[in-house]
Nanobody, 124 residues
């Protein structure tokens, strides 16, 4: 059973930084992604990383500001968020895909079968 636990959210001023972490159970190695969901909005894919970490993908609104990475030895995926804006405010979710997508931008919630509980990020 795959378990994902996010941490690192909080309140930050515009222009600030946060680093989110997602700790996964030992058998969770697969294509991983961070999604976010603001009140009244659909869940949106923010960034994804291939199983080996060589391919990373981002939604246009965070390119150049956010960096996704992973440490498979620690079963952990990170999202470094810099130059944060009020519009980045949302609950951020870590997710694991059902299969490997390599360098393909898999941004559909339906291809991700495992989710963490979410961590709140507020930029104000």
């Amino acid at each position: 059973h795959v378990q994902l636990v996010e941490s690192g959210g909080g309140l930050v001023q515009p222009g600030g930084s946060l680093r989110l972490s997602c700790s996964a159970s030992a058998d969770a190695l697969m294509y991983m992604a961070w999604f976010r969901q603001a009140p009244g909005q659909k869940r949106e894919a923010v960034a994804a990383v291939s199983t080996g970490g060589s391919s990373t993908m981002y939604v246009d609104s965070v390119k150049g500001r956010f960096t996704i990475s992973r440490d498979n030895a620690k079963n952990t995926v990170y999202l470094q968020m810099n130059s944060l804006k009020p519009e980045d405010t949302a609950v951020y979710f870590c997710s694991r895909a059902e299969e490997e997508y390599g360098s393909t931008w898999a941004n559909d919630v339906d291809v991700f079968g495992y989710w963490g509980q979410g961590t709140q990020v507020t930029v104000s």
